[in-house]
């Protein structure tokens, strides 16, 4: 059984940093792109950021370039979502998600493995 379990998340002040971490259990980590979304209150799901399987290479959405840096540890089968000078507007429960294939991915749908989310929340 494939498994996402997310962590890190908490309450923040505005321009603080938090590390998410996700850890991927059933299934071959090192074959698997990997996506961060979130999906703030009363919003849609929205995408984060993603990682490719082998090369590592990382897709960011436009409002969190530069402040947002996904990085992954294959060894540990771990992927990480560094968020650093946070704003209100990032409060959102952030999820992880993986896909069967190695290239990433920007929609959603194309993830076919959830975790559960870890909610992050930022104070003015």
């Known amino acids: 059984q494939v498994q996402l379990v997310e962590s890190g998340g908490g309450l923040v002040q505005t321009g603080g940093s938090l590390r998410l971490t996700c850890t991927l259990s059933g299934r071959t980590f090192s074959t698997s792109a990997l996506g961060w979304f979130r999906q703030p209150p009363g919003k849609d799901r929205e995408f984060v950021a993603a990682i490719s399987a082998r090369e590592g290479h990382t897709s960011y959405a436009n409002s969190v370039k530069g402040r947002f840096t996904v990085s992954r540890d294959n060894a540990r089968n771990t992927v990480y979502l560094q968020i650093d000078t946070l704003k209100p507007e990032d409060t959102a429960v952030y999820y992880c998600?993986?896909?069967?294939?190695?290239?990433?991915?920007?929609?959603?749908?194309?993830?076919?493995?959830w975790g559960q989310g870890t909610q992050v929340t930022v104070s003015s």
């Open positions: 998600a993986a896909r069967k294939t190695a290239s990433r991915a920007l929609a959603a749908k194309d993830y076919d493995y």
